[in-house]
């Protein structure tokens, strides 16, 4: 079993939906957890880290459920300007050398 | 604002060549990492380096060898390219001590191997 794995969508909506993306991972995964971003033929970005308390930035909601081994991204009132291809990410490792664990990500298109 | 920049955006070379791929950051990050993404498969590790000259194995090292002699500056080698080696391969750098998920990525070279 992968270690990150997503639905790949893809996720059509229209503008102002808010849309959910769900992500798991296996126990032999990772210690902390991120969404990052793609933009069509760009480089990834981070977006936000994510905390089992849940963390919001602006319309963007992050929540990380430890028991389920479950990792959320909530985008509220979307714009066009969110379609992107969303990547969940753990990350693993110690003593200043840490991995990152990609998801295939999921792409998500906003509809005028 | 970190910059993180890869010899070429494009490259097509052919079966059994020597191939090199440079990657630069110019903000004094310790960590570097050399990655692929293909269709349906996403990112996925080859090597990384917590420091010059270090390296570490990723996930998928076979065919891939690396060299940091610099702070600045991981290559990314592959010895005989093949045409499964046909990719974008995405460099990457982090700075010890910060968050371990933030990692700058470079803008990606996309390798043909005919």
């Known amino acids: 079993r992968k270690e990150v794995e997503q639905d790949p969508g893809p996720f059509n909506v229209p503008e102002g939906a808010t849309v959910a993306f769900n992500c798991t991972y296996s126990n032999s995964a990772s210690q902390s957890f991120f969404w990052y971003r793609q933009d069509c033929r760009k480089e990834p970005k981070l977006l936000m880290s994510v905390y089992s308390s849940g963390n919001e930035d602006g319309r963007f909601t992050a929540q990380l459920n430890r028991a389920s081994q479950y990792i959320s991204l909530l985008i509220r009132d979307s714009k066009l300007s969110d379609s992107a291809t969303y990547l969940c990410v753990g990350a693993r490792g110690g003593a200043g050398s840490y991995q990152l664990t990609f998801g295939k990500g999921t792409k998500l298109s906003v509809i005028p | 604002d970190v910059k993180v920049t890869q010899s070429s955006r494009y490259l097509v070379k052919r079966t059994g060549e020597k191939v090199f791929l440079e990657c630069v950051q110019d903000?004094?990050?310790?960590?570097m990492f050399w990655y692929r993404q293909d269709p349906g498969l996403g990112l996925r590790l080859i090597y990384f380096?917590?420091?010059?000259?270090?390296?570490e194995k990723g996930d998928i090292p076979e065919g891939y060898s690396v060299s940091r002699e610099k702070k600045e500056r991981f290559s990314l080698i592959l010895e005989s390219a093949s045409t499964n080696q046909t990719s974008m391969y995405l460099c990457?750098?982090?700075?010890?001590?910060?968050?371990?998920?933030?990692?700058?990525f470079g803008p990606g070279t996309r390798l043909t191997v005919l």
């Open positions: 380096s917590y420091d010059v000259k270090m390296k």
């Open positions: 990457a750098s982090r700075r010890s001590g910060t968050s371990m998920g933030e990692q700058f």
């Open positions: 903000m004094d990050h310790e960590n």
